[in-house]
C-alpha cells in the first residue's frame, strides 16, 4: 500500500511525459484585465442573493432598535435567543437531512414523546442521568427508523409524515393525553437555568451548532452528506457508503429532536403530548431560510442559525411593538414566502447570469487555440 | 510482463429477465488503449461497471496481474488502480473542483482524535495535478456546476488519473463535445498510455478508437463478436462485426 502511495504521490508532483505547458501564456494578459472588472458586478449581485438573510436580519435590527427602547438589550436578546435554542438544536439535524435532499417531518412528535417519557421516567424516580441517554437514544432509535425506510426507497415525506402521525400517538397513548409536571430542579436547570450569564438553552444550542458545523464543513461525512444530496448516483459511484449517511443523518436528527425535546419541558417543567406542535414548521423554515437547498447539495450551519434567529427576532418585535398576535402568524408567514423567493428564483437567475456570462469568457480561455485542432 | 493486466474471463450478468453480458472473455495488456464498441445495449458499459466494482458480475471471473480479485465496491476496484470515466462524469455540481476530485479519498489530518479535512492540501494537489495534465480550469474551488462541458470532463478525467491508476476506463469521452475538444480527449488519452497507463475507450465513435487504439473489440446482445488489433483492421470490418454480429471474412466467402 506504500508503494500505491509513493506513486500516487509522484504522479501528482511531477508532471507527466509529454505535458504540455496550460494553454499559451500569451493570450493572458489581456483577459486577465477583463476578467478582473467583470466580476465586481457578478459578485456584488452574487452577494446580494446569497447574503441576504444576513443583511435583512442586520437591518431589522437596526430599525428595531429605534422602535423599541426594549429591543435591543441583553436580557431580550437572551429571551430571543432562548426561545430560538429548541429550534436551532433541531434545525443542525435539519440542515443535514435536508442537505442530502431529505426531509423530516416527525421531529416535533419526537419532542412530544420524549417529553412525556421525560416526566414518566422522572416520575418513576429513575435518575436524570438515566432518563436523559435513555430519551435521546429513543430519539435516535426513531430517527434511524425513518433513515432506514428513505434508505430503501420511500419518499421521505412521506415516511416522515406517518412517523409525525405515530409518534405523536405513542405520545398520546403513554400519557393518556394530560401533561404531567416535572419536579426534578436538576432536569429543571436544562431550560430556565443560567450559566455564566448565559442561559442554559442557549449554551446547549451553541454547542450542538459548533459541532454540527464542524461536522458539515470540516470531516469527511459533511462532503460526503452533501455529495448524497448534490448527486446521489455520482456518489455512489465514487463508493460512498450512501446508507449509512442516510441513516446517520436522520438517526442524529431524532436524537437531536429528543435534546430539543428534553430542553422544551425543562423550561416549562413539564411533559406534554402537546409540546412541539409545528415545531418541525419552524425547524424547516429556519434551515431553508438559511439557504440550505431543499434539492440537496447546499447547506450551512451559520444560516440555518441565522434562519431561526430571524423568525424568532421578527416575533419577538412585533410583540414588542404590541401587534395583535394573530397578525404576528401572517407576517411571519409572508416572511418566509420573500425568502424563499430569494433564496431559490432570484438566487437561480443571478447564478445563472453570473455563470452564463463568465462562461462565455472561460470558453475563449480554455481553448485558445481554436481551429489549430479542430477534426473536420 | 507477458500476464495481461486484466483479465475478465466467462463474465456473465442478468437484469431481471434481460441477459446483459453472456460469458464475455477480455484482455487488457499493459500500456494498451484498447477500443469497446457495440450498438446500443451490446453490453459495454455493463462490462466496464464490472471491472469498476459498480455492478458485481453473476459468472466468471477478473484477474489482474494473473491474482483472481471480486470486487464489492468500487473502493475495492479503485485500490487496485482501477478508475472510470462516466459518461456522465459522476461529479457533484454543488461541490468544488478539489471536492470532486477527492471524493471517497479525501486527505485528512488528525488532531485530538478527530479527522479533519486537509483541504489546503487537497487543493494544492489538484492544482497541480489539473497542470500536469496540461488541463486549464477556473479555481479549484468553484463548484462544477459553473464549469462547462469540457472543463467537467478535465475535473472527471484528474479525478481518474490522481490515484496511480493502472486502468482507466472512458465511457463515451467524446460524446458531447466539440471538435477542439475531442482532439484534446484524444491527446490526453495518448499522454496517459504514454505515462504506462492501461485505457479501455468505450465509444460510438469508430474515428476516436482508430485515431488512439490498439485493439478493439466488438460486442453484441452481450456477445464478443471478436477483437482485432486496429492496425490490422478497418473501419467497415469493424462495422460489420456490430452490425451484423459476425466476422465479416467468414461472410465474404459466401
Redesign the interface.
Known amino acids: 500500500m506504500n508503494d500505491r502511495e509513493e506513486i500516487r504521490k509522484s504522479r501528482l508532483e511531477s508532471p507527466l511525459p509529454e505535458a504540455e505547458k496550460p494553454i499559451d501564456a500569451g493570450h493572458q494578459p489581456s483577459r486577465f484585465l477583463l476578467s478582473s472588472i467583470l466580476p465586481n458586478r457578478r459578485r456584488l449581485a452574487l452577494f446580494a442573493v446569497r447574503y441576504g438573510l444576513f443583511v435583512a436580519l442586520g437591518l431589522w435590527i437596526v430599525i428595531m432598535s429605534f422602535a423599541s427602547e426594549h429591543f435591543l438589550t441583553l436580557l431580550n436578546f437572551f429571551n430571543v435567543a432562548r426561545q430560538a435554542a429548541p429550534v436551532i438544536v433541531i434545525a443542525v439535524g435539519m440542515t443535514f437531512v435536508i442537505s442530502t435532499a431529505g426531509i423530516d417531518l416527525s421531529v416535533g412528535s419526537v419532542v412530544a414523546l420524549t417529553s412525556v417519557l421525560a416526566a414518566g421516567f422522572l416520575k418513576a424516580e429513575l435518575s436524570i442521568f438515566v432518563t436523559i441517554p435513555l430519551v435521546l437514544m429513543i430519539g435516535a432509535v426513531c430517527g434511524a427508523v425513518n433513515g432506514f425506510f428513505v434508505h430503501i426507497g420511500l419518499p421521505a415525506f412521506v415516511v416522515t409524515l406517518a412517523s409525525l402521525t405515530y409518534l405523536r400517538g405513542i405520545a398520546f397513548v403513554y400519557s393518556n393525553g394530560y401533561a404531567s409536571p416535572i419536579k426534578s430542579e436538576a432536569f429543571n436547570w436544562l431550560g430556565r437555568g443560567w450559566f455564566g450569564g448565559i442561559p442554559v438553552p442557549v449554551i446547549i444550542a451553541a454547542i450542538v451548532s459548533f459541532i454540527g458545523w464542524m461536522i458539515l464543513t470540516q470531516t469527511r461525512f459533511g462532503v460526503h452528506t452533501l455529495s448524497i444530496g448534490g448527486r446521489e448516483e455520482a456518489a455512489r459511484a465514487m463508493g460512498i457508503n450512501v446508507r449509512r449517511i442516510k441513516i446517520l443523518v436522520y438517526s442524529a436528527t431524532g436524537l437531536l429532536a429528543a435534546l430539543s425535546g428534553v430542553v422544551l419541558s425543562a423550561r416549562l417543567s413539564n411533559g406534554s403530548p402537546n409540546a412541539g406542535i409545528m415545531l418541525e414548521l419552524d425547524v424547516i423554515a429556519s434551515t431553508v431560510l438559511g439557504g440550505t437547498s431543499l434539492f440537496g447539495g447546499v447547506a450551512t450551519i451559520s444560516g440555518t442559525i441565522v434562519g431561526a434567529l430571524f423568525i424568532n427576532v421578527i416575533r419577538n418585535s412585533l410583540n414588542l411593538m404590541g401587534i395583535n398576535p394573530f397578525w404576528v402568524q401572517v407576517v411571519t408567514g409572508a416572511i418566509l414566502l420573500v425568502a424563499i423567493l430569494v433564496n431559490t428564483v432570484a438566487n437561480r437567475w443571478v447564478e445563472e447570469w453570473a455563470r452564463t456570462s463568465e462562461q462565455a469568457d472561460q470558453e475563449v480561455e480554455l481553448y485558445p487555440n481554436n481551429g489549430t485542432g479542430g477534426g473536420q | 510482463m507477458n500476464t495481461p493486466l486484466v483479465t475478465m474471463k466467462g463474465i456473465s450478468k442478468r437484469f431481471g429477465a434481460v441477459i446483459a453480458l453472456s460469458k464475455v472473455d477480455l484482455t487488457l495488456n499493459h500500456g494498451e488503449v484498447l477500443g469497446l464498441v457495440g450498438d446500443n445495449a451490446a453490453g459495454k458499459s455493463t462490462l466496464m461497471k464490472i471491472l469498476s ?2 455492478y458485481q458480475s453473476d459468472g466468471g471471473e477478473i484477474l489482474i496481474e494473473g491474482q483472481l480479485q471480486r470486487f464489492s ?4 476496484a ?1 485500490s487496485f ?1 482501477i478508475e ?1 470515466v ?1 459518461q456522465d ?7 468544488s473542483v478539489t ?1 470532486n476530485i477527492f ?2 479519498r ?1 486527505i ?1 489530518r488528525g488532531r485530538f482524535g ?4 486537509d483541504k489546503r492540501e487537497m487543493d494544492r ?1 489538484s492544482n ?2 489539473l ?8 479555481p479549484v474551488s468553484s463548484a462544477v ?4 462541458g ?2 467537467q470532463q478535465a475535473v472527471a478525467i484528474a479525478r481518474a ?4 491508476a493502472n486502468v482507466i476506463i472512458m465511457d463515451e469521452p467524446t460524446a458531447n463535445l466539440g ?6 480527449v484524444r491527446k490526453t488519452i495518448l ?2 498510455k ?2 504506462g497507463i492501461s485505457i479501455i475507450v468505450i465509444s460510438h465513435r469508430l ?1 476516436d478508437i482508430f485515431a488512439v487504439g490498439d485493439r478493439v473489440m466488438v460486442l453484441k446482445r452481450g456477445k464478443l463478436v471478436g477483437t482485432r488489433l486496429v492496425c490490422d483492421t478497418e473501419q467497415s470490418e469493424i462495422l460489420h462485426m456490430i452490425v451484423a454480429g459476425e466476422i465479416p471474412r467468414k461472410a465474404k466467402v459466401r
Open positions: 466494482g459498480a465496491g468500487p473502493m475495492e479503485r488502480g472510470m462516466y462524469f459522476a461529479l457533484v455540481p454543488e461541490l471536492q471524493l471517497g479525501e485528512v478527530v479527522k479533519r479535512l494537489q497541480s495535478h497542470n500536469s495534465l496540461g488541463l486549464r480550469i477556473p456546476r459553473e464549469l462547462s469540457g472543463q488519473t490522481g490515484f496511480a471538435a477542439p475538444a475531442i482532439e484534446k499522454r496517459l504514454n505515462s474515428e
